[in-house]
Every structure is written in C-alpha cells, then in structure tokens.
C-alpha cells in the first residue's frame, strides 16, 4: 500500500515532482562544479605560476660562501659534478619538480672584448641510471625561459632532428649583445676562452633584465670553453609548492630538532624548504635555497586565489541549499488537503511523515545523481575554458554533495511537516 | 474617483495577500533575495578582483626598469619626466639604483645607492634580518656578503673607496685626505665608516650586494652622478607595453624595458582568475535563477484554485494576471533591494578577508540587481499564471 501510495504520487503529480527533482539537479550542480573547480584551482593557478621560472636555485656547498664575490676564483669545490643533475629525479618529491637546468658561467674574448657566456641545456634528454631504476626527463630552460621573447631567429633544441647530428656549435644571443656587435640569426662568431670555439647564432633573444647582456651556449660547449670538463656552477629548478605555513617556518630552519611529527609532516609536504632539504640530502656536495621573489610570492597568490575560491564557493552552496530547502517546503505545504484527507480517514501522523519524507527524498536522490553529472560537466567546461585542462573529479565531493543534499532536503522538509502534523482534518477538508 | 478607488483596491488585495499568506511569501522572498544576493556578490568581486589582485602581484616587486640609453647615467628630471606616462594610481613605488666599487679588507664589493622607502615597494621579497637603515653610515648587506667577510647584525667595518681625482670628482668632499700621485694619476683612498644593521636573504644576485644611502654613495666616491637603474612597480591590468614605448619616445636618454617574467607571467595569472571568476559567476547566476525561478513557479501554481475562484466572480483574464504580475515585481523589486545589500555586504567580507581591503562601491549594480530580479520573478510568475487562467474556472473550482 505504502509503494502504492507513493507511485500514485509520481503519477498524478509528476509536474510537481519533476520541478523539485530539477531544483535539486541544478542546485547539485552548482555545488558539485564550484567543490571541484575549488579543490583543483591551487594546482591549476599553481602549474600557471611556473612561468615566473625557476623557485629554487642549486649551488656547491662551498660556492655559496665563496659567491661571484671572487670572480677569479678556481677553486673547484665552488663547482658541482654535471652527473649529480639527474640525483634530482630521486628526491620524495621528484614528480613535482617540473623542469630544471645547469648553468655555467664564464669570461670569454669576443672581438677582442670580454663577454659573458653561459653554459646550459636548451631541451636536453637525460638519463640517469641509479641503484638499478631508470630516470629518464626532457628537460631545460626551454621551460625555464619561458618568457624569452625571440627577437630574430628561433630557439636552440638539441633535441631537434637538425641540430642533433650538427653538434654543439650554436649560440643564443641576448638583445644587447647583438645589438652591440650587430649579430642576427645565422652569424658566425669566433668565441675565445681556453679553446677557440667558432659557434653559429641560432637566435636573439629578449628578457628585459641582465640576461640580455648575454651569449647562451650547450654546456658543453661553455665546460670546454671555460676548461671546465663536466662542472657546472647552479642548478635552476622549478617545482610545483605548497604556501609555507608557520609549522613548515619552524621546522625548516632546523629539521634535526623539529619534533618527529612534525618533521615527518614536513618532509611529506611539498614545501620549498622540503624539496630544497630533500635535493640537499639528494646531493650532499650542494646547498639548495628557495628563490625568495618566486617563491613566497607564489604562495601569497596561491592563498589569496584559493580563499576567495571557497568563499564564492560557500555563497553558492548556501544559495542552492536555500533554494532546494525553499521549493521542498513549498511542494509540501500546498499538500495540506490531501494529507488531511489522510488524516481524516485515520492515518496517523508517523506514517504521513514517512510518506511525504520517502517522497521527497526518492525525488531528491533522482535528482541529486543528475546534478551530480550535469555539475561534472560544469566543472570541466569551466577547467577547459580557463585552464585548457580538465578538472580532476574527487570521490570526496561525490560523497560531500551526497551528505549535503541529504541534509538540505531533509531539513526543507521539517517545517513542512510540522505543520502537518498540526493540521486538523476537518479545518483542512473544509478549506480553510 | 472610481480609477482611484480600483487602484487602492489594487494594492490592498495584494498586500493583503502577501500578508496572509505570510509563510508562502517569505519562502518566494528569500528564494529572490539569495538570488539577487548572488548577483550582486558575485558581480562585485568580478569587477573588483583582478585590480585587488593585481596589487597583491605587486609582492613580485618591480616588472618595469628604465636604463641610460646612449646617457652614462639617469638624473631625477629625466626619471620624473618618465613616471609622468604612468597614472598616478598605477604607481605602486620605483626605486633608482647607483653602484659603485668600493672595497672592505682589501676586497672588491659592490656598493648600491638606494631609497629605502622605495626598495620596501619593488622589492617587498626581501628578507631582512635586522632592519632597514635609519641614517647614514647604516648599511644592508646580501647575505653571501655576510657570509665572506663573517659580518653580523650591529658589526661595524669600513668601506674604502680609492678616488681617482679627475674633473668630476667634488673636492670638497675629501678635505683632508691624502693624495697620492704615481705616474701622472692623483688618486686618494676615501674611507667610510658603516654600520650593519640587516641581512638581506633573497636566494638571488641581491645577496651580493651592500646597499647604502645615496648621501653615502656620494661621500664614499666623492662623485655627483645619476642613477644607473630605476626598478618601477606598476599595478596594471594590461597595457604596460604601451607605457614602455611611450616612455622610450618621449624622453630622451632613457630607455625603458619590462621584466619579462615578471610582466609575462603576472598577466597571464590575472587574464586566468579573471575570466575564472568570470564563467563561475555566468555559471552559479544562470543555475541560481533558474532555481529562483522554479521557487516562484510553485508558489504560484498551488494558487490555481483562487485563479479560478476569481473568475468564476467574474475577473477578467487580464485583471488575474496583472494582480498576479504585481505581487510577483512587488516581491521581485523588495528581494531585489534586500539582495543587493547582502551581495555587497558579501563582497566587503571576501574582499576584507582575501585581500585586507575595502571593495569598490558599484551603485549601477543596485537599479541592475532590482530589475534582474523583478524580471525573473516576472517571467517565473507569468508561466503558471497563463497556463491558470486558460483553465475553465468550474474545473479548477471543483478540484481537478
């Protein structure tokens, strides 16, 4: 009889049913999108901020006191070993490091003028071979630089078909470089260090800071220039972070005296402070450090776009929630006359409640998994318009959303019932 | 008379009508105030948040310098002359930089003349240890600085500056000092006692540096001379190519040059939030409605009964729905009012928390969010309403 009844409501009174069952969809929807788009937007405005380049920088142990302070110093302490590069891909947080290069700095002749060259990877494959894993990235400043305007030319790839069998006599130019010595895309120019190296200008580029007052060469071709064979001076590395918080602060001035949890806690979190003390540990011959500017800055951002995220995120699970809870309390006050009639014919007040809520919440749960689909799609138009990326989906909203449409519908139904439960049949039949 | 009398009575059944069946009306009045509350919210954050976080970029410092071009230094006309192109508004702080090469212990440091006021505008990364120097002889040092010369915070040193004497050097700054002459050059070595009272840490070249006051720079080296940077800071939503070009042709002597990582990537950050922010509000407005609208819907379609009671006394079709019309635009226009106050209200709280700031006042929202509402409530009441009164009233009457 119960299901009778309940069919017999979905029957004579779909019109109804359906507009509660599209409210709850579309306020499902919204809260579904805006929860996912919330939790995903850190990583997606994150992986954005790594066109400010490079948040932490690599030095030998001994190079950070010594410093281009002493220019002349040749002291080879000051440098690092070429092979440790690939130690980075061995650290905890190794996936969140997205791109990172060497770097070699040297005085050349150019002319008969002194001219500052340095040494790097462009788009270089590497593979490092560690305790019987395989690490294999393509990786360099390619990324790094994103920013490089190319002024005249392209940009240098060894990877590229041409220039893989051509060896690594090529040149990118800065824009004061070439415009003092009036070099363009194509020039030959004879660089003379330890060894004379004759190298083909595959660009000119622009940065807008003192960049541009320099010639990048492949690393190797700056190692024989400089007579330094497989050293290297810094290591760029640019990893996706987490806001450092005041714990983080703390433990990262000093992780030996840190309390256990907390430093387990530090260690598993993608702090700057944590990945620089991991590539430390990783290379024990370095020292890492955060790239202030980049790094806290990246952070601050990060907090802001997340905060206002979850409050625009909370203004619009409270206006569906409003929403839904409204039309449900509506939909069952204008029900008064047939659950009098019940009433009247002596149901008691237990099994209308029952009745209705049974109701309510089948129409709800039908409802609820179409929104739920239809905020899916939401999430993901919004991911790919803005971000050009798709919106991870997380079980957790799923089951957040499934929580919160319960409570919200069942809550809508209160006063309704209550007021039921109150009426007096015959006040009810009599139309009043 | 009698149009007057048929007005009053107009108004009386409808606000007799909201009053009796009060439960009914506050479910229809909130369902548009949070409407209403939602687009006026979520209008003002969009209008206002690439500007508020446009500032907060500024954390990045400086995305503009100007350099001597074809000069061998920067004056203060020329620079002021350039910071004219900028709108005032827009100029979150510049900071003109002179190096020189002095030593301490016989060693060769850079100094760097700077603004201390400026430095805390475009370069607000910096970590200082200590504090910002008061008064002369107080210095900053980078931290490899530190590190080389075992300096500390409260250690005193002294800078020595050997002064070649040439035309451009200001006697008059180096009174008793010894000249010495080898070989046809006059030289002396000009001392500056300082005083360290921060550490700079940065995790770049700023570490390498001692930065000092202008006065000090000029006393060490016995030269009067411009600047060799300016690091500018500009709060912009776009359109800072335009000031370098204008900047670059107008003034003679200098040139001026974006950071292009920082530039580049600040507004590829803002064009991401804002059209973010965009789509989300276009979303969350367009489902809100349509809920606003399902509400109002229901409360009007359990009314069918009075519809038809109504013009079986004899209402005409038109009369039904312009009393129905005007208690929805009565509800619409008071939800309207109501929702934009509370969208505002939310605003200011998102806008105080996120970014510590007041939020700009839009008043065009206030006449937008009124009519929005009064037009979906309108076209939500009109729906159930036609579809009423089409209906013959003895089988409305009778139940069916």
């Known amino acids: 009889m119960f299901f009778r009844m309940i069919k017999g409501t979905f029957i004579h009174q779909w019109k109804k049913m359906l507009m509660i069952a599209l409210t709850v969809a579309l306020g499902t929807s919204i809260a579904t999108a805006m929860l996912n788009v919330m939790l995903d937007v850190g990583d997606k405005i994150n992986a954005e901020l790594k066109t400010y380049g490079a948040n932490i920088n690599v030095v030998s142990k001994?190079?950070?006191?010594?410093?281009?302070?002493?220019?002349?110093?040749?002291?080879?302490?000051?440098?690092?070993?070429?092979?440790?590069?690939?130690?980075?891909?061995?650290?905890?947080?190794?996936?969140?490091?997205?791109?990172?290069?060497?770097?070699?700095?040297?005085?050349?002749?150019?002319?008969?003028?002194?001219?500052?060259?340095?040494?790097?990877?462009?788009?270089?494959?590497?593979?490092?071979r560690k305790k019987g894993s395989d690490y294999i990235r393509d990786t360099g400043i390619n990324n790094l630089r994103d920013w490089w305007e190319i002024v005249d030319g392209e940009r240098y790839d060894e990877q590229a078909d041409f220039y893989k069998d051509a060896g690594d006599l090529f040149a990118m130019v800065g824009e004061n470089v070439a415009e003092k010595k009036n070099l363009k895309a194509g020039d030959e120019i004879t660089l003379t260090g330890k060894t004379t190296e004759v190298v083909k200008v595959v660009g000119v580029f622009s940065s807008g800071d003192n960049e541009d007052d320099v010639i990048y060469l492949p690393l190797s071709t700056a190692q024989r220039l400089t007579g330094k064979a497989d050293l290297i001076q810094s290591i760029s590395v640019s990893a996706l972070t987490s806001p450092e918080d005041e714990t983080s602060q703390k433990v990262a001035k000093n992780p030996e005296l840190a309390r256990p949890e907390d430093y387990e806690l530090w260690y598993c979190t993608a702090y700057v402070s944590s990945i620089c003390h991991q590539i430390q540990e990783a290379i024990p011959t370095s020292s890492a450090s955060a790239i202030r500017r980049v790094a806290d800055s990246e952070g601050d951002i990060l907090n802001k776009t997340e905060l206002l995220m979850t409050l625009i995120t909370v203004l619009s699970l409270i206006g569906s929630a409003l929403a839904i809870s409204n039309l449900v309390t509506s939909s069952v006050m204008e029900r008064s006359q047939e659950l009098g009639l019940m009433k009247a014919i002596g149901a008691k007040n237990v099994r209308i409640a029952g009745l209705v809520l049974t109701e309510i919440l089948l129409v709800a749960l039908v409802g609820a998994v179409s929104g739920y689909f239809i905020g899916?799609?939401?999430?993901?138009?919004?991911?790919?318009?803005?971000?050009?990326?798709?919106?991870?989906?997380?079980?957790?909203?799923a089951f957040l959303v499934a929580v919160l449409i319960f409570a919200v519908t069942l809550i809508g139904s209160l006063p309704a019932i209550r007021n039921i439960l109150r009426l007096r049949p015959s006040e009810v039949l009599h139309g009043r | 008379?009698?149009?007057?009398?048929?007005?009053?009575?107009?108004?009386?059944?409808?606000?007799?009508?909201?009053?009796?069946?009060?439960s009914r009306m506050i479910v229809a009045l909130l369902a548009i105030v949070v409407g209403a509350t939602v687009l006026a919210g979520l209008v003002t954050i969009y209008y206002d948040v690439p500007r508020q976080m446009s500032e907060s970029m500024r954390s990045y410092g400086a995305n503009m310098i100007f350099t001597p071009d074809g000069t061998d230094s920067l004056t203060d006309e020329m620079i002021e002359r350039a910071l004219s192109y900028i709108p005032a508004r827009d100029l979150d702080g510049y900071t003109p930089y002179r190096y020189e090469n002095t030593t301490i212990n016989k060693n060769p440091v850079t100094f760097a003349g700077v603004d201390f006021d400026g430095v805390k505008k475009t370069a607000p990364y910096w970590n200082v240890d200590g504090a910002y120097p008061t008064r002369d002889g107080e210095v900053l040092i980078g931290a490899n600085v530190a590190k080389t010369f075992n300096l500390g915070v409260g250690d005193k040193t002294v800078a020595v500056s050997s002064i070649e004497i040439t035309e451009d050097v200001d006697e008059s700054l180096i009174p008793d000092y010894e000249i010495i002459e080898i070989d046809g050059v006059k030289s002396a070595d000009h001392e500056l006692p300082i005083k360290v009272v921060g550490i700079i840490q940065t995790g770049s070249s700023e570490e390498d540096y001692v930065y000092l006051s202008y006065s000090d720079v000029e006393y060490l080296t016995a030269k009067h001379r411009g600047y060799d940077l300016v690091e500018v800071s500009v709060n912009s939503t776009g359109g800072l190519e335009s000031y370098t070009t204008s900047i670059s042709n107008g003034v003679e002597g200098l040139r001026a040059k974006l950071i292009k990582h920082v530039a580049a990537s600040e507004s590829a950050v803002l064009t991401k939030l804002t059209s973010l922010i965009f789509i989300v509000t276009a979303v969350v407005l367009l489902l809100t409605m349509i809920c606003v609208a399902t509400t109002m819907t229901a409360v009007i379609a359990e009314r069918r009964k009075e519809i038809g009671l109504r013009k079986a006394l004899g209402a005409s079709n038109l009369s039904v729905v312009g009393e129905f019309l005007g208690e929805g635009l009565l509800l619409g226009g008071v939800g309207g009012i109501l929702g934009s106050v509370l969208g505002y209200v939310f605003a200011e709280i998102v806008s105080k928390n996120v970014f510590g700031g007041s939020?700009?006042?839009?008043?065009?929202?206030?006449?937008?969010?009124?009519?929005?509402?009064?037009?979906?409530?309108?076209?939500?009441?009109?729906?159930?309403?036609?579809?009423?009164?089409?209906?013959?009233?003895?089988?409305?009457?009778?139940?069916?």
């Open chain 1, 62 to 128: 001994s190079a950070a006191i010594v410093s281009s302070l002493y220019e002349t110093d040749e002291a080879t302490d000051a440098y690092l070993q070429e092979n440790v590069t690939g130690e980075l891909l061995t650290i905890f947080w190794a996936n969140n490091i997205l791109d990172f290069a060497p770097f070699l700095d040297g005085q050349v002749k150019l002319d008969g003028t002194d001219q500052k060259v340095t040494g790097t990877w462009f788009h270089y494959h590497l593979s490092f």
């Open chain 1, 376 to 397: 899916f799609g939401f999430a993901q138009i919004i991911g790919h318009t803005v971000f050009g990326a798709s919106i991870d989906m997380k079980g957790m909203v």
């Open chain 2, 1 to 22: 008379m009698i149009k007057n009398k048929k007005r009053l009575m107009f108004f009386k059944m409808i606000s007799l009508s909201l009053l009796r069946r009060r």
């Open chain 2, 359 to 400: 939020i700009t006042f839009l008043w065009w929202l206030i006449p937008v969010t009124i009519i929005a509402s009064v037009a979906v409530t309108g076209i939500a009441c009109l729906i159930p309403i036609r579809s009423a009164v089409d209906v013959d009233p003895a089988l409305v009457l009778k139940g069916e």
